[in-house]
T-cell receptor, first 109, second 113 residues
Framework: KNEVEQSPQNLTAQEGEFITINCSYS?????LHWLQQHPGGGIVSLFM???GKKKHGRLIATINIQEKHSSLHITASHPRDSAVYICAYTPNTGNQFYFGTGTSLTVIP | KAGVTQTPRYLIKTRGQQVTLSCSPI?????VSWYQQTPGQGLQFLFE???????NKGNFPGRFSGRQFSNSRSEMNVSTLELGDSALYLC????????????FGPGTRLTVL
């Protein structure tokens, strides 16, 4: 069983919609990360969370440590948000990431 | 600051050969991690180096090895290539510590024929 589970696997939205991607994990973590990967492979780190909530532009990330759950929200979605969104955790030792399977988001104009 | 660079960007090899991939981290970053991405297995952790020492290792066979130099540049080597080693190999660097934000390079696309 994967230690990090993401849902949904695929998501299609109309431009302007509010989007939520969920991530659950089953191990102790140092931090939870949300990443974005565009076609071609480049990965960008969006958020690093150890508690609470963070906001960057139209993106909001939350984490509930007790429930071992995190969500990524995109408000007023735009076609340029189309990408694969990946949650990953770093354990209590080291910097390495362990990844979820990713959510492929397509935003239609 | 320049980002993480990886060379080469694309590589084609045949089964049984070996390959060396290179990663130059962001200046001042001392931690370099390597990942393999395949359509079937997704993103998987290979190993992490910090100040020239392998600090953590993923669940990969001994054909996969790496090292880090005193200037924090890192190389990974895959010997006796198999078809299943075809993948995008990504490296990422971070400054130090545990749970830091990592900055990813563009990756090396390896095709094994």
């Amino acid at each position: 069983k994967n230690e990090v589970e993401q849902s949904p696997q695929n998501l299609t939205a109309q431009e302007g919609e509010f989007i939520t991607i969920n991530c659950s994990y089953s191990v102790g973590i140092s931090a939870l990360h949300w990443l974005q990967q565009h076609p071609g492979g480049g990965i960008v780190s969006l958020f690093m969370l150890s508690s609470g909530k963070k906001k960057h532009g139209r993106l909001i990330a939350t984490i509930n440590i007790q429930e071992k759950h995190s969500s990524l929200h995109i408000t007023a979605s735009h076609p340029r948000d189309s990408a694969v969104y990946i949650c990953a955790y770093t354990p209590n030792t080291g910097n390495q990431f362990y990844f979820g399977t990713g959510t492929s988001l397509t935003v239609i104009p | 600051k320049a980002g993480v660079t990886q060379t080469p960007r694309y590589l084609i090899k045949t089964r049984g050969q070996q390959v060396t991939l290179s990663c130059s981290p962001i200046s001042g970053h001392r931690s370099v991690s390597w990942y393999q991405q395949t359509p079937g297995q997704g993103l998987q952790f290979l190993f992490e180096y910090f100040s020239e020492t392998q600090r953590n290792k993923g669940n990969f066979p001994g054909r996969f090895s790496g090292r880090q130099f005193s200037n924090s540049r890192s190389e990974m080597n895959v010997s006796t290539l198999e078809l299943g080693d075809s993948a995008l190999y990504l490296c990422a660097s971070s400054s130090t510590g545990t749970g830091d934000t990592q900055y990813f390079g563009p990756g090396t696309r390896l095709t094994v024929l």
